[in-house]
């Protein structure tokens, strides 16, 4: 009950503005009692509209009245103080500099709890009480609160903007439709509001099925992800497990290669040494009978010599020489020779695979994934043919039935219908030709360095070993490099793609639709950046284009 009763003192004899004891307290004519600095600060504020009323109950003065000290007033308040009593609110119900602060509070400010369409004020909570107990307040719109409440108030006019003109597309105040925006299409700020509001809860829906879409899309690419990423881990899985057969494979060829030599070998050397024993006997036999004829030989009695002579064994059978294979020495070059040839072939078993495994991991599968690596390219009119039109910003060539006026130039092809493109093609690319007309196109690529001499195969696309070409013509493909020609199967299309990997020497050709069909890959080495090349060949009107693709940045399989 203590602590009611010193809550109540505070709540009586504290200023409405201030919210702390009242210093030098008056009471105006409505009753309501102020500091006597804080309401006469409040009604100099109000001098600029000539008003002045009550900030509790909004009772207003005409004129505005004089303020006496309340004196009795003003001892009680002092027997307050005396009890030590204060009317300071906590520290947290200041406002900071992040905060909206009550307008009516002097010195130290609270923050404010709600802000007023209608006075354009901001208040804490003892000043907000008013608008919860008056009538007077009780149509006034209260809002979060706000700093933005001058906004509300025409600049022109200094009143609120309670209508808007849908003519200019702005909020106006009434002395606004009666002057500027007479005869403009105007309502008041609540009806544009609730029409607005139709529009954002339109927009709002639309963003929200957008929002529904989307994750249902980034849940695909998570599923795509996962699968992606489970595929691969599983090639890495399966391709380790062949290798390692592989290896295993060539590890037991090799023990067997290396045992079938040794066994040879050990054979082989067995019977050299047994017949080597055999020579090395005979020898020893051989010396023994020479000693005994040599001794014979040298006594001076002829009778012992003819009694002795018939007694000497004879010898034995020779091991003929002839019997003796002596090989040149190469014994096992022949298993050398035989395992460098399985060597060379290996090899080229495992280039000629190695790529289609390359191919197969890096090169897109669909035309999305190509257009990943989607090129500008322009047509150089230096090097254009002056049978040649080039138009839509040099991405399109022509041949016409008159010479076009080129000036001289060392790069232009003099007499085929040639042209090259003005930019150099390295690393990952791709680009698509279109052609039209009875005629047909080289679809080609060539080092810069390419012959421009006339009427040779040395400037031709496909002729030479610098440059490589498609020709398509009508219902038919071929592919020409080095003048050598090699046919193409494929399905019929006014579109090739061409897919360039510079560093990994490999172009690829592929007829484009609905889908993409590779209709000839290239493996080699490029020592020279390249340049995208056209040779169009038939009667004049026939054209070809290079594709303006816009480069996309996709996961490899997706829904774009």
């Not at 020779?337 to 090899?347: H, M, N, T």
């Not at 490029?526 to 940045?553: H, N, S």
Request: glycine letters at 4%.
């Amino acid at each position: 009950m203590a602590k009611r009763g010193v809550q109540l003192y505070q709540e009586t004899f504290s200023c409405p503005i201030c919210l702390d004891l009242l210093k030098d307290p008056v009471t105006i004519p409505c009753g309501h009692s102020y500091c006597m600095s804080c309401i006469k600060r409040h009604w100099d504020e109000e001098d600029r509209r000539k008003i002045h009323s009550c900030p509790q109950c909004r009772k207003v003065f005409r004129p505005r009245p004089d303020l006496v000290k309340n004196t009795m007033l003003a001892d009680l308040v002092e027997e307050l103080k005396k009890t030590g009593l204060q009317a300071a609110p906590a520290d947290h119900c200041y406002a900071g500099p992040e905060d909206v602060a009550c307008d009516f509070c002097t010195g130290r400010k609270l923050k404010a709890v709600r802000s007023c369409l209608v006075c354009l004020v901001s208040y804490c909570e003892k000043h907000l009480q008013p608008h919860y107990e008056s009538l007077a307040f009780k149509k006034h719109k209260l809002v979060e609160p706000s700093e933005k409440l001058q906004e509300n108030i025409c600049s022109r006019h200094d009143e609120v903007m309670k209508m808007f003109c849908r003519t200019d597309q702005q909020c106006i105040c009434y002395l606004c439709s009666l002057n500027e925006h007479k005869g403009h299409d105007t309502v008041s700020a609540a009806a544009e509001r609730t029409e607005r509001q139709r529009e954002l809860e339109l927009s709002r829906q639309q963003i929200q099925q957008r929002i529904q879409d989307r994750e249902k899309d980034v849940e695909l690419l998570q599923q795509q992800l996962e699968a992606i990423n489970g595929s691969a881990d599983k090639a890495v899985e399966d391709s380790e497990k062949i290798f390692t057969q592989l290896i295993r494979l060539m590890e037991e060829r090799r023990s067997d290669v290396k045992q079938q030599i040794r066994s040879q070998q050990e054979s082989e050397v067995s019977g050299v040494k047994e017949l080597q024993e055999k020579l090395e006997q005979e020898i020893t036999e051989l010396k023994r009978k020479d000693a005994e004829l040599n001794k014979l030989s040298h006594t001076q009695d002829h009778t012992h010599f003819l009694h002795n002579y018939p007694s000497l064994s004879p010898l034995s059978q020779s091991t003929h020489s002839s019997s003796i294979n002596i090989r040149p020495l190469r014994y096992f070059e022949d298993v050398t020779a035989a395992v460098s040839e399985l060597r060379d072939k290996l090899q080229d078993i495992l280039t000629e695979d190695w790529t289609n495994i390359s191919l197969t991991v890096t090169e897109p599968k669909t035309r999305a994934g190509f257009l990943k690596y989607s090129q500008e390219i322009t047509l150089d009119p230096n090097t254009a043919n002056t049978w040649l039109l080039l138009s839509e910003e040099n991405r399109k060539v022509t041949v016409m039935n008159q010479q076009q006026s080129y000036s001289r130039h060392p790069d232009r092809f003099s007499s085929l219908w040639q042209v090259l493109s003005r930019e150099s093609l390295t690393g990952r690319c791709y680009w698509e030709v279109e052609w039209r007309g009875g005629g047909g196109v080289y679809v080609a690529v060539a080092y810069k360095n390419i012959s421009r001499a006339e009427n040779s195969d040395e400037s031709a696309f496909g002729r030479n070993d610098k440059s490589w070409a498609l020709n398509c013509f009508q219902n038919s493909f071929s592919f020409c490099y080095n003048n050598i020609q090699t046919p193409v199967s494929g399905p019929q299309s006014s579109t090739v793609g061409v897919f360039l990997d510079h560093s990994a020497g490999i172009l690829s050709f592929y007829s484009v639709s609905e889908t993409m069909t590779l209709l000839h890959r290239v493996q080699t080495t490029f020592t020279q950046p390249l340049y995208a090349g056209l040779w169009l060949y038939g009667c004049d009107g026939v054209t070809a284009e290079l594709c303006k693709v816009k480069k996309i940045k996709v996961i490899e399989g997706a829904v774009c």
